[in-house]
């Protein structure tokens, strides 16, 4: 029988420019603040796996292999280290990757870290970078993006269900109010509807990136680091942390066509919905269980979309329950309370990393004051890699 | 200061600019940018606004702002020809600023653009600004543009699709140190305003008496420990 | 033998593909056919055929995209996906001056070469 996985240390570096540290420097921070969080970090050689989750260091910070560097980095040798890489979820599948790992036997203490460095190219060579997980010949050499195709699906979404660009707009002012509160956030400024939607000003303030995408609709292009450290929970070493550990009660993953275009229905994102459906089963409980969760806002319209695909809201009808605020963090089902990818930003290879510290922060009540969900017990993240063919997803619970 | 044949002698012929209209521009964040013309009168705040980022290396700000400075102080003294100034200002405080020059009634040199307030596209608010000022209100045909910053640079180049005269260098070149240059002309500027340039005008009576009084930044987002 | 029309130029196309065993058609083709399982030998292609995908097509969705990525100098591309009347869909840039969602358009192929390496062939919706 598979044991019990949880997790005793997290670790968060701010988000943002970091272009000036190195990549193995930021990740190793926040491996260092996990083991710290954990009362481990003297203990950490005897730490059993490394996972690194990390998607483009190559391309743009010309660096492989960089599981290895971070082990060095953080004096851990001769700990097992690998480099987990799945696009934008990278990090979730480390997580998941972390708890078979765990759950196997074969390591009862493994850390995740997740980073990534992005800043240190220009725009339009992270644009360009980000774009080579699209299928070259049929995609990428259009000159196609992943804005692009977040436009196309976006005009798909509205002219079916009857959404308009302000909703998408009200969840920046949802998120931004969030991340204001979120220490480790990218961008912590407040925006207001009247400034980025209904004012006379807001289509130049608020200009269009991929329409019907906006500015306001996108996330930022971020740097940074997360980690967690996980632990057996069956084991006799789990009874040596101070903090109660925060069982992952369930991992999954599905992919689906790497060609958008080849999509049975261009508006489902079947990737999500089952990886949704096994971390359910897994989990033992319904989407009606989760008390709050982090959902893949690189385009605000994934925050609708994927919320409806993992059974929160009915198809088509999410954006009515964000016109009620039912999904502020005083709401009926808090989504993205940590500012999601658009105020917390995106460090590619690391955000699924970062979306697990978040459900373990509001689990322990560990949230800064004013973005803390009132006793939470289900916490789920969803990791949407490439556009949507190959997504994560992890549920945390609090015992 | 008495004006005596040779302060005449050296000061440029005192051709006399159309004022630039204020306008208002509600930022994301909500707060309100009162994009006014800056008088001689405010040299002071200007300078000292404009002085601090003199010592930062990164983005080019040592660079833009001691040229400014320079260029301030040109203008003030009345050694420089037909430059003027715009300021965008949140709640009287300078968030931003852009100056530039009539070459004559049917040119204009871009000179520098640099903002303080950042995260709220206020550098691309005060360029369109100032590009609005040359074309629309003093009514030139073209406008001479170069930067000291290259991104800083291709993003106008891109979003203006400004019109590359490099190849014509050396008999075109821009003042600025003399280099090849880009031009934004009245068919560029018609084909991006929309896209670019906004603001509410009028400007209400409440909005410009709060912007009557600039005052310097207290913090420079660019120096950490920035004290006045 | 030497087959000098391989020097010609030719125009640029776009092609799909057939498994011959079944019928079943492709774009981009895979290595396994999904209609009968048969396996694709990327050195010969015994087994399985191309056809140009071209001519007349619906827009079933498009976007005009304002922040390019490296390599290209507009100001904004207009991007979108078709369907073509044998159910193949493709995605490619649309140049039409007010796309909407369901309109007739043309497939015609352009050499590109904005993106880093080699020219290659890029779908215009027109």
Redesign the interface.
């Known amino acids: 029988m598979a044991a019990r996985v949880g997790i005793v240390g997290i670790g968060h570096t701010v988000f943002g420019n970091l272009s000036e540290y190195d990549l193995a420097d930021i990740m190793a921070y926040a491996a260092t603040d996990a083991l710290k969080d954990a009362g481990f970090l003297d203990r950490r050689k005897e730490i059993d796996q490394v996972l690194v989750a990390n998607m483009a260091s190559g391309m743009l910070c010309h660096q492989s292999a960089v599981a290895s560097a971070l082990v060095s980095r953080m004096d851990m040798e001769p700990v097992p280290a690998e480099l987990v890489e799945n696009g934008p979820a990278s990090g979730a599948s480390a997580v998941k990757l972390g708890y078979m790992a765990v759950a196997s036997g074969l390591a009862d203490l493994t850390l995740v870290v997740g980073g990534e460095v992005m800043r240190r190219v220009?725009?339009?060579n992270a644009t360009d970078i980000v774009a080579t997980m699209l299928d070259t010949d049929t995609e990428y050499n259009m000159g196609l993006t992943l804005p692009g195709f977040g436009g196309m699906f976006t005009r798909l979404y509205m002219e079916k269900y009857g959404m308009e660009e302000r909703d998408l707009a009200l969840l920046a002012v949802k998120n931004h109010d969030n991340g204001f509160k979120n220490t480790y956030a990218h961008?912590r400024?407040?925006?207001?509807i009247?400034?980025?939607a209904d004012?006379?000003?807001?289509?130049?303030?608020?200009?269009?990136v991929a329409e019907p995408l906006r500015m306001?609709s996108t996330c930022p292009v971020s740097d940074g680091g997360a980690a967690l450290l996980l632990v057996n929970m069956d084991a006799p070493i789990a009874k040596e942390f101070p903090k109660k550990p925060i069982r992952i009660a369930a991992v999954a993953s599905a992919t689906d066509t790497h060609c958008v275009h080849n999509r049975k229905d261009p508006l489902e994102l079947n990737a999500v919905r089952i990886a949704a459906e096994k971390a359910y089963k897994m989990a033992g409980i319904g989407p009606e269980d989760i008390d709050f969760a982090e959902l893949h806002d690189a385009f605000s319209i994934l925050e609708l979309a994927i919320s409806e695909e993992v059974g929160f809201f009915e198809r088509g009808k999410s954006y009515l329950a964000a016109r009620k605020g039912e999904t502020a963090i005083d709401g009926t089902l808090p989504i993205n309370t940590s500012g999601g990818l658009k105020s917390k930003g995106h460090p590619v290879g690391c955000t699924g990393v970062s979306q697990v510290v978040e459900l373990v922060r509001q689990l322990r009540g560990e949230a800064e004051e004013g973005r803390q969900v009132k006793d939470p017990k289900y916490g789920m993240s969803v990791n949407f890699g490439g556009f949507g063919n190959n997504v994560a997803s992890v549920i945390c619970a609090k015992d | 200061m008495a004006i005596d044949e040779m302060e005449r002698s050296l000061r440029p012929p005192a051709d006399e600019l159309k004022p630039y209209p204020p306008k208002v521009?509600?930022?994301?964040?909500?707060e309100k940018m009162v994009v006014r013309e800056a008088k001689r009168e405010e040299i002071g705040v200007l300078l000292g606004t404009v002085h601090p980022l003199m010592g930062v290396p990164k983005d080019f700000y040592d660079i833009v702002a001691a040229r400014m400075y320079a260029e301030l102080l040109g203008w003030y003294r009345y050694r420089v020809a037909n430059e003027f100034v715009l300021v965008g200002a949140i709640d009287g405080e300078i968030a931003g600023l852009v100056n530039s020059r009539q070459v004559s009634p049917q040119l204009g040199m871009s000179l520098h653009t640099l903002t303080i307030r950042r995260?709220?596209?206020i550098g691309a608010?005060l360029f369109a600004a100032k590009m609005e000022h040359h074309i629309d209100v003093l009514g030139e045909d073209e406008v001479w543009v170069v930067a000291e910053s290259p991104?800083g640079f291709?993003r106008w180049?891109?979003?203006y699709?400004l019109e590359d005269r490099s190849s014509r260098y050396p008999d075109v070149r821009h003042e600025l140190g003399g280099v090849p240059t880009y031009v934004l002309t009245r068919e560029l500027w018609n084909a991006?305003r929309d896209?670019?340039?906004?603001?509410?005008r009028p400007a209400s009576d409440e909005d410009l008496k709060s912007a009557e009084k600039l005052t310097m930044p207290t913090e420079y987002v660019q120096i950490p420990d920035f004290k006045r | 033998m030497i087959d000098f029309s391989m020097y010609d130029v030719k125009a640029p196309q776009i092609d799909a593909w057939k498994c011959d065993s079944c019928g079943t058609i492709f774009y981009p083709v895979p290595m396994v056919c999904s209609g009968c399982g048969v396996r694709r030998d990327p050195v010969t292609n015994k087994g399985w055929s191309t056809f140009e995908l071209s001519g007349p097509c619906t827009l079933l969705t498009w976007t005009r995209v304002w922040n390019?990525p490296e390599g290209y100098?507009?100001?904004f591309l207009q991007f979108g996906i078709v369907e073509f009347e044998n159910g193949l869909r493709a995605s490619g840039r649309v140049e039409v001056d007010e796309p909407r969602t369901g309109m007739a358009l043309t497939a015609t192929v352009e050499e590109s070469d904005e993106r880093p390496g080699d020219p290659v062939n890029v779908f215009v919706f027109k």
């Open positions: 220009t725009g339009w961008i400024a407040k925006c207001t009247e400034a980025i004012g006379p000003e807001a289509a130049v303030v608020n200009n269009y306001y | 521009i509600t930022l994301a964040s909500g995260g709220l596209r608010q991104i291709k180049m891109i979003e699709q991006a896209v670019k340039c906004t603001g509410t | 390019l100098n507009k100001k």
